[in-house]
C-alpha cells in the first residue's frame, strides 16, 4: 500500500511557476505509475500528466505540453509536476496519485491510491 502527499500549491500571478511534489511511503513505489490529477470547483478530475515506474513513458495532456513537466526520483520516493507559464485556467485542485502497475493510463478510476490534492491558485 502507498501513502500520497502533496505539496508545493499556492498562488502565483499568470506566468509564474509553481512545482508540486507528491511524497510517497511504501518500498514498492518505484514499481508505481503516477499521475497528476487536477479539479476545479463543478468540473471532473482530469489528467494533467503521468509517468511510469522507470520514467521511461510520459503522457502530458494537450493543455500542459510545453508548460509542465513531470519527472521522479525513486529514491527519494518522490514525483515532481513543474508548471511553468501558468495560466489562470491551471487554477484547479492537484492531486497526485498511484498505481501499481507498469502501465499508464488517463482515468482516474485505474489509479489506487490517492493523495489529500494542493491548491494551485493563478491570478490573471
Known amino acids: 500500500q502507498a501513502q500520497l502527499a502533496e505539496s508545493g500549491g499556492g498562488l502565483v500571478q499568470a506566468g509564474g511557476s509553481l512545482r508540486l511534489s507528491c511524497a510517497a511511503s511504501?518500498?514498492?513505489?518505484?514499481?508505481?505509475?503516477v499521475g497528476w490529477f487536477r479539479q476545479a470547483p463543478g468540473k471532473e478530475r482530469d489528467i494533467v500528466a503521468a509517468i511510469s515506474y522507470s520514467s521511461g513513458i510520459t503522457y502530458y495532456a494537450d493543455s500542459v505540453k510545453g508548460r509542465f513537466t513531470i519527472s521522479r526520483d525513486n529514491a527519494k520516493n518522490t514525483v515532481y509536476l513543474q508548471m511553468n507559464s501558468l495560466k489562470p485556467e491551471d487554477t484547479a485542485v492537484y492531486y497526485c496519485?498511484?498505481?501499481?502497475?507498469?502501465?499508464?493510463?488517463?482515468?482516474?478510476?485505474?489509479?489506487?491510491?490517492w493523495g489529500q490534492g494542493t491548491q494551485v491558485t493563478v491570478s490573471s
Open positions: 496519485a498511484a498505481r501499481s502497475s507498469i502501465l499508464v493510463t488517463v482515468k482516474p478510476s485505474e489509479y489506487d491510491y
Open positions: 511504501g518500498r514498492t513505489f518505484s514499481r508505481y505509475t
